[in-house]
């Protein structure tokens, strides 16, 4: 019933910027803890940073901070993670998650940072 949809991924060189979007159904998106993952090829997936409700709490990896913000428009259902700066360790598939009595995962898109 709850669906999470990821969307704007794609190949960018190092020192770009992507911005991507988590639209949520299904879920009363208002109350619920955003956030953003990401597993690169070999490794655990790991938390890209969160955001409250409200939006009034963010926080980030120490590897993404001061690169990465995370907003949500609660009108809209929907979560962004703006990036830039991006290096290729960045390169992972991203996925938008969701907590509200239970979590929820999108099914990813693909972050390529390349030359």
């Known amino acids: 019933q709850v669906l999470l949809v990821e969307s704007g991924g794609g190949l960018v060189q190092p020192g770009g910027s992507l911005r991507l979007s988590c639209a949520a159904s299904?879920?009363?998106?208002?109350?619920?803890?955003m956030s953003w993952y990401r597993q690169a090829p070999g490794k655990e997936r790991e938390l890209v940073g969160s955001i409250t409700s409200t939006g009034a709490r963010i926080n980030y990896a120490d590897s993404v901070k001061g690169r990465f913000t995370i907003s949500r428009d609660n009108a809209k259902n929907t979560v962004y993670l703006q990036m830039n700066r991006l290096k290729p360790e960045d390169t992972a598939v991203y996925y938008c998650?969701?907590?509200?009595?239970?979590?929820?995962w999108g099914q990813g898109t693909q972050v390529t940072v390349s030359s």
């Open positions: 998650h969701a907590y509200r009595w239970n979590p929820y």
């Open positions: 299904g879920l009363t998106f208002s109350s619920a803890l």
